[in-house]
């Protein structure tokens, strides 16, 4: 439930800051700066931009680079145990820059904060840590950061869940000409290797009118593109009293004026309905991707993973959203080293790529996740023999995705503009509708703008073009 007492308050509270922080540049002689670091995914992405709202609020620079903050923000991941680790690793390398620079503060959030393995090993053995919050407390930032500078002590606040949240604080988005929208927060699915749901808490669809309303002010306020953001969109409104569905939301979306472009992140392929296809199909703003992760092509590991649905279904789902929309990309999320998982049951997941044919394929080791059913497995699989299976995997995903590449070679398709080139300053990138992307002559007054671009050749994952007059 949206809760405006609870905003009033957090308005107090960005005020009182703004004081400790007007205090703070009194005694640098200089604007405090602060790092807002983020692993993980888009979810976490719009949550440090609700941080960096509120720091740049209150009188921060959050331009600064995390080795020469004096307020360094984690906003953790902990999906996988490498993100995990990540994080130990740059709290090694700050606990002794802190001993050097004793005004320097630190503050952890995200989801590696809602694990109470993490909380105790931190308030046991991570002392200089200032601050601890979690996924379901962050619209209180403002008066945790407020608490932080007002004490000595370590603070550590994390909740189980909530039923509330902040709308209308304030946000610095990264882009100016885009912008993530959470749609709904939390996951129901429980897949067995999976410790979103543990972290991020049940599923809560947010009100259409809120999520609609949160659209026109970006729109007005120049954003072109939206992302649509969820653990599996196409639960959209379940247990909303007055709920509409996922696709009927999109309709809603294009309506909006300013909006060009719309994309959604991501899709459970068990409830991705026709109606969302044929929406797609119809619509001239919904871009041509679709995100269906797979996890796995073998019957008997997507059973025990509870992914609920079989290789066949998710075949038949695939043929049936090309059929529909013939230019449209599939990427997919695959997981390899499952407990129990064979030679023979990876042979079926190389199968499903191949007949797929994914544009792109994001390919994983599985990795215990404590608390998670698969952690408790007795046939856990050996290091040696998962990696061996990931490379299969992945030659397979890098000749599907190398048919896939190029397909657009000689077309002239419009580009959104993102930014001056990596590479190559005289160039800026650009993405297309089927989120690849697109390198070629430009400035910087390009950026945020759509414009025709004339595919000239593909280089692996993207092309060089060159910018025309019109489509
Ligand atoms: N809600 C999204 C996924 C979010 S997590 C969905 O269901 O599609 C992003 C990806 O991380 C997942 O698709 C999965 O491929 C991977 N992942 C999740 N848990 C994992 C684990 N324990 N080990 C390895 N990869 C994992
Ligand atoms: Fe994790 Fe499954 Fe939920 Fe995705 S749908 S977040 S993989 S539990
Ligand atoms: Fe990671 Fe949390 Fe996203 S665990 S993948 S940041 S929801």
């Given at each position: 439930m949206e809760n405006t007492e609870e905003l009033k308050k957090q308005l107090e509270y960005i005020d009182k800051l703004t004081d400790v922080v007007t205090g703070l540049k009194d005694r640098l002689g200089r604007t405090p700066k602060c790092a807002v670091v983020t692993f993980g995914c888009q979810m976490n992405a719009r949550d440090s931009e609700k941080l960096c709202g509120i720091l740049i609020k209150t009188g921060f620079d959050t331009?600064?680079?995390?080795?020469?903050?004096?307020?360094?923000?984690?906003?953790?991941?902990?999906?996988r145990d490498n993100a995990n680790q990540k994080v130990y690793g740059h709290l090694g390398t700050l606990k002794a820059r802190k001993k050097r620079q004793p005004g320097l503060k630190i503050a952890l959030c995200g989801c590696m904060m809602q694990e109470h393995s993490v909380i105790d090993n931190i308030s046991k053995n991570y002392r200089f840590v200032d601050l601890v919050f979690g996924t379901h407390n962050i619209f209180r930032f403002a008066e945790l950061?407020?608490?932080m500078y007002t004490s000595?002590?370590?603070?550590?606040?994390?909740?189980?869940?909530?039923?509330?949240?902040?709308?209308?604080?304030?946000?610095?988005?990264?882009?100016?000409?885009?912008?993530g929208v959470n749609i709904m927060y939390g996951c129901n699915n429980y897949c067995t290797y999976c410790i979103v749901p543990y972290v991020r808490g049940r599923e809560r669809s947010r009100d259409a009118k809120d999520i609609i309303r949160e659209v026109e002010k970006l729109a007005d306020d120049g954003v072109i593109e939206v992302m649509l953001l969820g653990q599996n969109v196409n639960s959209y409104g379940n247990g909303l009293t007055d709920g509409i569905s996922f696709p009927a939301l999109l309709l809603e979306v294009e309506k909006v004026e300013g909006i060009r472009r719309i994309r959604f992140m991501t899709s459970h392929p068990k409830d991705l309905s026709d109606e969302l296809?044929?929406?797609?199909?119809?619509s001239k703003k919904i871009c041509r991707h679709i995100h269906l992760p797979l996890q796995s092509g073998s019957d008997r590991i997507l059973k025990a993973m509870n992914r609920c649905y079989t290789k066949e279904s998710y075949l038949a789902l695939c043929d049936r959203i090309?059929?529909?929309?013939?230019?449209?990309?599939?990427?997919?999320?695959?997981?390899?080293?499952?407990?129990?998982?064979?030679?023979?049951d990876v042979d079926d997941t190389i199968d499903v790529i191949k007949q797929v044919q994914y544009d792109n394929a994001f390919t994983f080791i599985y990795s215990k996740r404590t608390g998670t059913p698969a952690a408790d497995r007795v046939d856990q699989v050996s290091e040696e023999f998962a990696k061996e299976q990931f490379n299969r995997v992945l030659d397979a995903v890098r000749i599907s995705a190398g048919t896939r590449n190029g397909i657009l070679t000689?077309?002239?398709?419009?580009?959104?503009?993102e930014d001056i080139s990596d590479n190559d300053p005289s160039m800026v990138s650009g993405r297309l509708d089927n989120n690849s992307m697109v390198h070629f002559t430009g400035g910087s007054d390009l950026i945020g703008k759509i414009v025709p671009v004339k595919l000239i050749n593909a280089k692996g994952f993207y092309y060089i073009g060159e910018m025309t007059d019109s489509i």
């Open positions: 331009d600064a680079d995390e080795t020469d903050a004096d307020l360094v923000i984690y906003n953790t991941c902990t999906v950061l407020y608490n000595e002590d370590q603070i550590i606040d994390i909740w189980d869940s909530t039923d509330d949240y902040v709308e209308d604080l304030p946000v610095k988005r990264k882009y100016s000409y885009k912008s296809i044929d929406v797609m199909a119809a090309r059929n529909a929309i013939p230019d449209v990309a599939i990427t997919t999320d695959i997981i390899v080293g499952f407990p129990g998982e064979t030679a023979q000689g077309k002239v398709v419009e580009a959104l503009v």
